[in-house]
């Protein structure tokens, strides 16, 4: 499966904690090995996304009608359970950044928590 190798994807292990960011993605796998996001496709028309979720533990399906739809845009992959972001996919600057912001408000609400 050929993949645009602009597309990136920004996700967080279930197992280890580790926000993981990794381009050209079929398969994203975390250095401890934990395989934290998939994605599928039939077609190369429409893409199929498959994240386990550290926040419900469950695993989440998320689709996509085009590849085109995530080159020049990032898609917030949310919960939906508790809402809460739990990855990040499309341009590969795009996501880099954004998931650079998203680990800095983490590390000030958990900063902010320790007060």
Known sequence: MLFDTNIGA???CTDCGKLITDDGVY???CSCGRTILTIKSTN???FRVYIPCIVCEKDHLYMFDSR???LNKVKILSCPASQMDIAFIGNKAMVEEVAQKH???LQELINVLEL
């Open 10 to 12: 920004a996700v967080r």
């Open 27 to 29: 398969e994203v796998r």
């Open 44 to 46: 190369c028309k429409s």
């Open 68 to 70: 085109q739809a995530l």
């Open 103 to 105: 680990e800095k408000d």
